[in-house]
């Protein structure tokens, strides 16, 4: 196994005494040894070896820093994967992810750049780079740091990394050098939230679906919005299921009151069933295709009436017995005379 250390520290006035409180610092140490693991994944897709992040004990006063090694095992089988005469495969993991202090844009630097900005187009110039375009500027990065600038795992443990900032008193994190304590990289307070991950729907545009159904079934509506692109909440009679409504000409009679509700109240539809693979795990989504039939719940009476002329006669009542009647008692036959 080979290791690299590198310094990390939060700095602010409620840590000048070089204490930190541990439900801070716990999650965050958690998140930065998530950090490299799901870097490591993204760079390695299906490599067999981990990441471990060893934390040293000797905490410095005025700023709460942590000294870390980096460690790999099966090492030889990264250097083949990295391949780079510069430095070692743990190197290399460390300036993509910008830790390193060197001067090509790693992943701290691309998102302190973008600054929340959204990535209009990305383009693949060479093998090596790639160009990233926001509203009126460019900037050409690597393209191993586009690949985990691009996932949502890495993302998401590089601001549970950063998280320790949101606490008052605590400012901000710096990447120090291990050779002369220096700072080479520094985020503040204000810059969080172009750290804040990118919502899970917009890294599976465009992914096309696991498996994809078209069926009729009936609904009843649980509720119903009136606002564009809100889904509906309806019943199967056993699940409830959150659905969109794309039958435009149903939208129209609703919209001008064509189409009126109540409660209990049937659709029958047309449905697409959408099975998706996400970053948070499989996702099903449900879309109505048409609105094929509304029906209104019946009411329920309590008689049941006769058929009115021309229409169908109605079912015959429940039978009821009727009670039987006591039977006569017999005449009494008179005394016949002596």
Same mark, same amino acid.
């Given at each position: 196994?080979?290791?690299?250390?590198?310094?990390?520290?939060?700095?602010?006035?409620?840590?000048?005494?070089?204490?930190?409180?541990?439900?801070?610092?716990?999650?965050?140490?958690?998140?930065?040894a998530d950090l490299f693991d799901e870097a490591n994944k993204v760079l390695r897709p299906g490599g067999d070896s981990a990441v471990q992040v060893r934390v040293h004990p000797?905490?410095?006063?005025?700023?709460?820093?942590?000294?870390?090694?980096?460690?790999?095992?099966?090492?030889?089988?990264?250097?083949?994967?990295?391949?780079?005469?510069?430095?070692?495969? /743990?190197?290399? *993991?460390?300036?993509?992810? !910008?830790?390193?202090?060197? &001067? %090509?844009? =790693?992943?701290?630097?691309?998102?302190?750049?973008?600054?929340?900005?959204?990535?209009?187009?990305?383009?693949?110039?060479?093998?090596?780079?790639?160009?990233?375009?926001?509203?009126?500027?460019?900037?050409?990065?690597?393209?191993?740091?586009?690949?985990?600038?691009?996932?949502?795992?890495?993302?998401?443990?590089?601001?549970?990394?950063?998280?320790?900032?949101h606490r008052e008193g605590i400012s901000r994190f710096e990447v120090r050098s291990e050779k002369d304590n220096q700072p080479i990289e520094i985020i503040v307070k204000d810059?969080?939230?172009?750290?804040?991950?990118?919502?899970?729907?917009?890294?599976?545009?465009?992914?096309?679906?696991?498996?994809?159904?078209?069926?009729?079934?009936?609904?009843? /509506?649980?509720? *119903?919005?009136?606002?564009? !692109?809100?889904?509906?909440? &309806? %019943?199967? =009679?056993?699940?409830?299921?959150?659905?969109?409504?794309?039958?435009?000409?149903?939208?129209?009679?609703?919209?001008?009151?064509?189409?009126?509700?109540?409660?209990?109240?049937?659709?029958?539809?047309?449905?697409?069933?959408?099975?998706?693979?996400?970053?948070?795990?499989?996702?099903?989504?449900?879309?109505?295709?048409?609105?094929?039939?509304?029906?209104?719940?019946?009411?329920?009476?309590?008689?049941?009436?006769?058929?009115?002329?021309?229409?169908?006669?109605?079912?015959?009542?429940?039978h009821v017995a009727k009670p039987a009647k006591a039977p006569k008692a017999p005449a009494k036959k008179g005394k016949g005379r002596t």
């Open positions: 196994m080979s290791a690299v250390t590198i310094r990390i520290a939060y700095d602010g006035e409620a840590l000048d005494s070089g204490t930190m409180n541990v439900r801070d610092l716990a999650p965050a140490l958690l998140a930065l000797d905490f410095k006063p005025g700023s709460f820093e942590v000294r870390i090694d980096v460690v790999y095992s099966l090492i030889d089988q990264l250097l083949k994967f990295f391949a780079d005469n510069t430095g070692s495969a /743990i190197a290399n *993991l460390l300036e993509v992810l !910008g830790f390193s202090g060197a &001067v %090509s844009l =790693g992943l701290l630097k691309v998102v302190k750049w973008l600054k929340n900005r959204p990535v209009k187009k990305v383009e693949l110039i060479n093998d090596d780079n790639a160009r990233l375009y926001v509203e009126g500027d460019s900037i050409v990065i690597k393209r191993s740091v586009l690949a985990v600038f691009n996932d949502l795992g890495v993302r998401k443990a590089l601001a549970a990394m950063l998280s320790p900032l810059e969080l939230p172009a750290f804040e991950p990118p919502p899970p729907a917009q890294s599976v545009l465009g992914t096309p679906p696991l498996t994809l159904n078209h069926y009729q079934k009936s609904f009843t /509506i649980v509720t *119903l919005t009136f606002k564009e !692109g809100n889904k509906w909440k &309806v %019943s199967d =009679g056993s699940n409830l299921i959150n659905v969109t409504i794309q039958d435009a000409d149903f939208m129209r009679r609703v919209d001008h009151r064509e189409a009126v509700f109540a409660k209990d109240d049937i659709i029958r539809c047309d449905v697409q069933e959408k099975q998706l693979s996400t970053p948070e795990g499989l996702k099903t989504e449900y879309a109505i295709l048409k609105v094929i039939e509304h029906k209104h719940a019946p009411r329920q009476g309590i008689l049941q009436l006769p058929a009115e002329a021309g229409k169908a006669a109605p079912r015959d009542p429940p």
